[in-house]
């Protein structure tokens, strides 16, 4: 299995600009999760999907975020407008609910700059 | 909903000795106990986990010890190397969710 597969992996953009982040899950897993990662606030549980349906998505900012999972294997995070206090490395993690022990694997994140 | 803080923030050892990160949760129904490793520029990866029928585990040099009654649990790196510098995080796990909550990190610097 390739893991987590996240795109891109590094994305530049201008204040106001829309930005799309892509994940696909590994195979067989049935829950995705979109973390944001700065130096301020570590480790940040933006949105989380069982079964393709959103369950918790209490930790997005605000309404300038959004994400959908079509799918089992494939997620996209979406920035309108974005803002630079938006730059961060954003990672999409993939487990098996029910399997209770079960650590997330990550993807390799993607790391956004908005300038 | 959970808490997890984690201490210290920063530690630095002599390569050879033993490195210890604590952490405490909030909510009594976690269960499950994970470790990550993150290193410069990387994405996190598990290296350990215990559950909460469990007080301690151990894999090669890395043991975690975990406490219900008073809500924490430690890692434990011993004869620590240059390559265990790195960013560690704790999580914990509720019984009732599949979310992760993460604590801040510990930067952890081998000195050779």
């Known amino acids: 299995d390739a893991g987590v597969i996240q795109s891109p992996r590094h994305e530049v953009t201008e204040m106001g600009q829309e930005v799309t982040l892509r994940c696909k899950p590994i195979?067989?897993?049935?829950?995705l999760f979109w973390y944001r990662q700065t130096m301020m606030r570590g480790l940040e549980l933006l949105i989380y999907?069982?079964?393709?349906?959103?369950?918790?998505d209490s930790g997005m900012p605000e309404d300038r975020f959004s994400a959908k999972m079509p799918n089992a294997s494939f997620s996209t995070l979406k920035i309108q407008p974005s803002e630079p206090r938006d730059s961060a490395v954003y990672f999409c993690?993939?487990?098996?609910?029910?399997?209770?022990?079960?650590?997330?694997?990550f993807g390799s994140g993607t790391r956004l700059t908005v300038v | 909903g959970e808490n997890v803080e984690q201490h210290p923030s920063t530690l630095s050892v002599q390569e050879g000795d033993s490195a210890v990160i604590k952490c405490t949760y909030s909510?009594?129904?976690?269960?499950?106990f994970p470790w990550y490793k993150q290193e410069l520029g990387k994405r996190p990866q598990l290296i350990i986990d215990?559950?909460?029928?469990?007080g301690e585990k151990k894999d090669q040099r890395i043991a975690v010890t975990l406490n219900k009654t008073a809500k924490h649990f430690s890692l434990h790196i011993t004869e620590t190397q240059p390559e265990d510098s790195a960013v560690y995080f704790c999580?914990?796990?509720?019984?009732?969710?599949?979310?992760?909550?993460f604590g801040t990190g510990t930067s952890l610097t081998v000195i050779p």
């Open positions: 993690a993939s487990n098996l609910q029910g399997a209770q022990g079960y650590g997330y694997t």
């Open positions: 195979s067989g897993h049935n829950s």
């Open positions: 999907f069982n079964n393709n349906v959103p369950i918790d």
């Open positions: 909510d009594s129904a976690s269960n499950y």
């Open positions: 215990i559950r909460s029928n469990v």
């Open positions: 999580a914990a796990s509720p019984f009732t969710g599949n979310q992760f909550y």
